[in-house]
Nanobody, 126 residues
Framework: QVQLVESGGGLVQAGGSLLLSCAAS????????MGWFRQAPGTEREFVGA????????YYAASVKGRFAISRDNAKKMVYLQMNGLQPEDTAVYYC???????????????????WGQGTQVTVSS
């Protein structure tokens, strides 16, 4: 079965950095664009950013552009989210998700993604 497993979350002080990883299995990884979403308590799951199947292009929400960077290693079937300049507002459960490569990589809605990980908690203290 398809499985996406996030790791790397934790507690960090404001201004700090974290690298999240997502390991994929059970799918042809380079047939999928990959996205990162986050969800804070009492809020809807929101788009963070996405990376094209090839790794040749990325797309970010305005709230994280310039601070976060997505990358992928297709040989290792891994996607990453490097988070810098973290702020308390970034506190959330972070999820990775997969979207078929035949579709646009710039998808920002939950319904466009067909595979999801279980999430990893990121907590930023002030």
């Amino acid at each position: 079965q398809v499985q996406l497993v996030e790791s790397g979350g934790g507690l960090v002080q404001a201004g700090g950095s974290l690298l999240l990883s997502c390991a994929a299995s059970g799918l042809t990884f380079n047939n999928y664009h990959m996205g990162w979403f986050r969800q804070a308590p009492g809020t809807e799951r929101e788009f963070v950013g996405a990376i094209k199947w090839s790794g040749s292009a990325t797309y970010y929400a305005a709230s994280v552009k310039g601070r976060f960077a997505i990358s992928r290693d297709n040989a290792k079937k891994m996607v990453y989210l490097q988070m810098n300049g973290l702020q308390p507002e970034d506190t959330a459960v972070y999820y990775c998700a997969g979207k078929p490569a035949r579709t646009a990589y710039t998808g920002t809605t939950v319904s466009e993604y067909i595979y999801w990980g279980q999430g990893t908690q990121v907590t930023v203290s002030s």
